[in-house]
């Protein structure tokens, strides 16, 4: 059994910041990737930034420059920083993550809860 437990979203103005967290806990052996996807009313959920387990990032056109991604093997835990937000960063933010779990051959994708950000003009 795994759980995703997301934090962090929250009310910011237009030009601020915000730090997403997103914790994995339960029977894992290895985590293959770890990031973040959103979602706005409306708008099909994408992709907003990955870190893999090489090492790898990969971010949306939409947020290069403004957010950085991050690790923490040891915690089993992923940040996004995210800066100079503006109103269309308004969404459901979505942990994702690739685990290898201790009782089964492959990995598998699990998904939080979500968690709310907006930004206010």
């Known amino acids: 059994q795994v759980q995703l437990v997301e934090s962090g979203g929250g009310l910011v103005q237009a030009g601020g910041s915000l730090r997403l967290s997103c914790s994995a806990s339960?029977?894992?052996?290895?985590?293959?990737?770890m990031g973040w996807y959103r979602q706005a009313p409306g708008k099909q959920r994408e992709l907003v930034a990955v870190f893999t387990s090489g090492g790898r990032t990969n971010y949306a056109d939409s947020v290069k420059g403004r957010c950085t991604i991050s690790l923490d093997n040891a915690k089993n835990t992923v940040y996004l920083q995210m800066n100079s937000l503006k109103p269309d960063d308004t969404a459901v933010y979505y942990c994702?993550?690739?685990?290898?779990?201790?009782?089964?051959?492959?990995?598998?994708?699990?998904w939080g809860q979500g968690t709310q950000v907006t930004v206010s003009s």
């Open positions: 994702n993550a690739v685990l290898q779990t201790y009782y089964y051959t492959s990995a598998s994708t699990y």
């Open positions: 339960g029977s894992i052996d290895s985590i293959k990737a």
